[in-house]
Structures are given as C-alpha cells and as structure tokens.
C-alpha cells in the first residue's frame, strides 16, 4: 500500500545551520508529496507541496524536489532560525481524498 | 473565514464516559476529515466526509467511535464508552473540491481519558 517513510527524529541544530529531513514513499499511481508543519499547541499547516516528479516546492526558504528515480522529497533550509522549531510531516497523496502522513520530525532550533 | 475550528480545545473525562468533539470546517469547503494523533501510531485518518456523506470509515477503531455530519457546516465525533488508550489529540480538516491539494487543519482537541 501506499506509505511515507520519515527521517526518525528529534533533531537538533544550531541557529544558521544546513537542515535535511529525509522523505521516501512508495505508492501506485503518481502521488502528490507535500510537507505539513506543526507549531506547538496548533494543527498542521501546508508548508510547501510538488504534484508531479521533477517539481520543486518552495516555500518560507524551505525546498523538496520530487525525485521519481528515488522516489523521494527530501527537505532542506540553507539556514534554520529558531523559529522554524517544530514538527514537520511528509506527506503523499494518490487519489483525490486521502493524505497519508510519516511519523514526523520534530526539529529544534538552539540559538 | 476564522479557519477549521474544533471543540473543545482540551477534555479530561474518566473511562466509560461519553466524550463528543465538534468540529466546524471551512465554508463552501465539500470535504472533512477526522484524523487522530498519537505518538505511536502518529496520524491517523478516522473517517471523512464527502458532501456530509461518510466515504471511508475504515479507519475507525471500533465500533465505540462514530460520526456525524448533519451539515455542511458541522461534524461530530463520539466515543461512547471512552477508555484510556483513546488519549489522543484529534485533528478536523476540510479541503474544497476544486483544489485536493492542501487540507486545512483545525488547533485540534486534546482527549485525556483517565
């Protein structure tokens, strides 16, 4: 069936550091991937998305590029801020109504 | 519009209580969803709603969780009688029809069943 594999977390990282969270899927079909973010105490919000291989979503200078050959959307920031400190979710989705979700990451950010 | 908004923000209730989480999607958006959080099993999708018709409920634990959505602008989901391993934070999302591709998500309903 259709799955999200996820980077296993926490991670923690200094201020201004490089960030990679690692996303695998495997799904039918041609998914959508998306990464949500979860701020403490709130529900999860769309940070960036990609509907087919080769798109790169950006947003909030965070990146992933859909690589079919690897079947992955790994996520990146050049330079975290302390503010970024939350739970990030990979997310795909083959059909019209259902998302399935990874386990989350949880990343902090030390000044 | 103020966003998916779900009720109550917090609930303790003691085991074999009924325990009822509202929710109140977006309007005009066609689809809901009610996803559970836990950190084993990470989120879940209970059940989801189509034009207020249940679609999949697969995903319901058991036969003690059940919802509703009686408009288009409500849902409901019981847990009737309530036990501890239903300590969870549950999320209410809504998309429209014309866009799949991003689901909005409600703050969520922290249940503690004790």
């Known amino acids: 069936g259709d799955s999200v594999t996820q980077m296993e977390g926490p991670v923690t990282l200094s201020e201004e550091a490089f960030l990679t969270i690692n996303c695998t899927y495997t799904?039918?079909?041609?998914?959508?991937l998306f990464w949500y973010v979860q701020y403490p105490g709130e529900g999860l919000q769309l940070l960036l998305k990609?509907?087919?291989?080769?798109d790169k979503g950006s947003n909030k200078g965070f990146e992933a590029t859909y690589r079919k050959e690897t079947t992955s959307f790994h996520l990146e920031k050049g330079s975290v801020q302390v503010s970024d400190s939350a739970v990030y979710f990979c997310?795909?989705?083959?059909?019209?109504?259902?998302?399935?979700f990874g386990t989350g990451t949880r990343l902090t950010v030390i000044p | 519009d103020a966003g998916v908004i779900q009720s109550p923000r917090h609930e303790v209730t003691e085991m074999g209580q009924e325990v009822t989480l509202r929710c109140k999607p977006i309007?005009?958006?066609?689809?809901l969803f009610w996803y559970r959080q836990t950190m084993m099993r990470g989120l879940e999708l209970l059940i989801y709603?189509?034009?207020?018709?249940?679609?999949?409920d697969s995903g319901m634990p058991e036969d003690r969780f059940s919802a509703k959505m009686p408009n288009a602008s409500f849902s409901t989901l019981k847990i009737q009688p309530s036990e501890p391993r239903d300590s969870a934070v549950y999320f209410c999302?809504?998309?429209?029809?014309?866009?799949?591709?991003?689901?909005?998500f409600g703050q969520g309903t922290r249940l503690t069943v004790v």
């Open positions: 999302a809504s998309r429209p029809v014309w866009d799949n591709t991003e689901a909005f």
């Open positions: 799904a039918t079909g041609y998914p959508s």
């Open positions: 990609a509907t087919k291989a080769d």
């Open positions: 997310a795909l989705q083959t059909g019209a109504n259902n998302l399935f």
């Open positions: 309007s005009g958006h066609d689809y």
């Open positions: 709603f189509n034009n207020n018709v249940p679609i999949d």
